[in-house]
């Protein structure tokens, strides 16, 4: 099965796209609000989109809108598929982070967390959820058991703005408005800090690790994605430059070799992790492009 690319942002829409052509293949309307959040089913049959404040999930074969998520009141910062794709989790501006059943109506788990929830991540064991707020903590929840497991102080207040986990579960980093990467041995019960990374000087929006975990992407206010060699020590191994304004999301392909991005330019690149160079422009959006997904892994 093909790549799937699709992007959204300012201009009410989600596109779908050729990965290598650069060339808008189809498009869904959002009319709600701005896209804020995108996510792919792990089946790949459903797209799932996070807005102000609803999360309506669409049908990817007939774009038709399958489902609605109500119980925000404000912006949706974060959202992803748990499992087989049954349940989801999001976390918004509210200060809430919630579980929903796909199979059931209503909310099944509602945590309070009493502060703008900033982003929101899925810890690889699928039994937490870790996120992020405008105070500048990480949170981490147990979805089993329904309660907050650990909270992880930073930098005073500064906000937070992004929390990634690595595929193992060994290293957590968290960014925030600054342009520090925090990083974490969160491979046992008990954390310790690892380093902390100068990554951006300006405001860090988005981290991601590679699926094997070589490398961690940082994007920023500063128009730049940096690669950084986990294997290294967190080094930078390239600087991808060539977006005009903020960059806002990124994901890596399955195999590292390749880096997606999107930024307030209405643009979407890819990139050459190894070089650093981007060799496909996606054009099309009319504002800025925020959100993005990419899945590119075999199922059958």
């Not at 499992?83 to 209503?106: C, H, I």
């Not at 209405?266 to 992790?273: F, M, N, Q, R």
């Amino acid at each position: 099965m093909s790549a799937l690319l699709c992007t959204g942002g300012y201009d009410h829409s989600v596109r779908f796209w050729g990965p290598t052509s650069g060339e808008c293949l189809e498009q869904i309307p959002f009319a709600d609000s701005q896209v804020n959040k995108l996510v792919i089913s792990p089946d790949r049959k459903l797209v799932a989109v996070a807005g102000n404040p609803v999360v309506k999930i669409f049908d990817i074969s007939s774009k038709a809108n399958s489902r609605t998520l109500e119980g925000h009141s404000t912006n949706v910062t974060a959202i992803g598929f748990l499992e087989n794709g049954t349940r989801m989790f999001s976390a918004s501006e509210d200060g809430s982070v919630k579980v929903w059943d796909l199979r059931a109506p209503g909310i099944q788990r509602d945590f309070n967390a009493e502060a703008p929830v900033t982003a929101a991540s899925l810890h690889p064991n699928q039994a937490e959820v870790l996120s992020v707020d405008q105070e500048g903590k990480l949170k981490l929840w147990d979805l089993e058991a329904g309660k907050l497991e650990k909270t992880v102080e930073t930098e005073g207040k500064v906000a937070l703005r992004d929390v990634a986990v690595s595929a193992d579960g060994t290293l957590t980093v968290a960014a925030n408005n600054r342009g520090t990467v925090f990083v974490w041995n969160s491979g046992a019960t008990q954390w310790s800090p690892l380093m902390r990374l100068d990554a951006h000087p300006s405001y860090c929006l988005r981290t991601v690790f590679s699926h094997d975990m070589k490398f961690l992407a940082t994007t920023s206010a500063d128009k730049t994605i940096n690669v950084w060699d986990v294997e290294k020590g967190f080094t930078i191994h390239k600087t991808c430059s060539g977006h005009q304004k903020w960059v806002w999301d990124c994901a890596f392909s399955a195999d590292a070799q390749y880096l997606v991005s999107c930024s307030s330019d209405k643009t979407a690149k890819l990139w050459t992790v190894s070089t650093g160079s981007p060799f496909v422009e996606f054009r099309g959006h009319s504002k800025a492009v925020t959100a993005m997904c990419l899945s590119d892994v075999e199922v059958s």
